[in-house]
């Protein structure tokens, strides 16, 4: 599975919409981007994934670039809730059972 | 639903203990997943089970051996623990092989001296 690369940390003040960067620039077709979160002291909870297009759902939106080497993480509007670790991932669609977890950024939303 | 449950919630061993980390889900899912977190650290996976009656090695299998007992519990056994193994250990499942989304426990945290 193709690596990805993730800021260490960013700040967000709260109710403001944050953008959580993320390249993958030897993304292969059939890989799938993932996104999961980790709050402090639980274990991590899917967030979205997508494969080509863009993609919304009622925690957050996904917007990958049209040659897919790049996405991004949206929150539209960030609460204290969602301070926690944010892992992008790729899976193989064919093959892949394994997720591989990066070291992700961890984001620190500020009241 | 209980989703994932695992137990002990913490543990501390002596090197060279025995252990077995339990995991069970009731969303009567086909593959569970054991992966390890050290401190500052992403997940990796140490070993999996697509389907009821099969294992495979993940990333950092050495030093554990598992079990899926039945469709529900997956259990993850240290027969001579290592300072090296203090980590926390996530147990996860997902509906199908290469599921989409995959569902994680709260964790067990092992201190090995």
């Known amino acids: 599975d193709a690596k990805t690369t993730q800021p260490n940390s960013m700040e967000s003040n709260e109710e403001e919409p944050v953008h959580l960067p993320c390249n993958h620039s030897?993304?292969?077709?059939?890989?799938?981007i993932h996104w999961y979160r980790q709050l402090p002291s639980q274990g991590p909870e899917y967030v979205i994934h997508?494969?080509?297009s863009n993609v919304n759902n009622r925690m957050a939106s996904l917007a990958i670039a049209e040659d897919r080497k790049s996405s991004t993480l949206i929150l539209h509007r960030a609460t204290l809730r969602d301070a926690a670790v944010y892992y992008c991932?790729?899976?193989?669609?064919?093959?892949?059972?394994?997720?591989?977890f990066g070291t992700g950024t961890s984001l620190t939303v500020i009241p | 639903n209980a989703g994932v449950t695992q137990t002990p919630k913490f543990q501390v061993l002596k090197t060279g203990q025995s252990m077995t980390l339990q995991c069970a889900q009731d969303m009567n899912h086909n593959s569970m997943y054991w992966y390890r977190q050290d401190p500052g650290m992403g997940l990796r996976l140490i070993y999996y089970?697509?389907?009821?009656?099969?294992?495979d090695k993940g990333e950092v299998p050495n030093g554990y051996n598992v079990s899926r007992l039945n469709k529900r519990e997956f259990s993850l056994r240290l027969e001579s623990a290592a300072p090296s193994q203090t980590s926390v250990y996530f147990c996860?499942?997902?509906?199908?092989?290469?599921?989409?989304?995959?569902?994680f426990g709260p964790g067990t945290r092992l201190l090995v001296l």
């Open positions: 991932i790729l899976r193989d669609g064919d093959t892949g059972n394994q997720f591989y």
């Open positions: 089970s697509a389907s009821e009656g099969t294992t």
């Open positions: 996860a499942s997902s509906e199908v092989p290469r599921g989409r989304t995959q569902y």
């Open positions: 030897t993304i292969s077709g059939t890989d799938y």
């Open positions: 997508g494969l080509t």
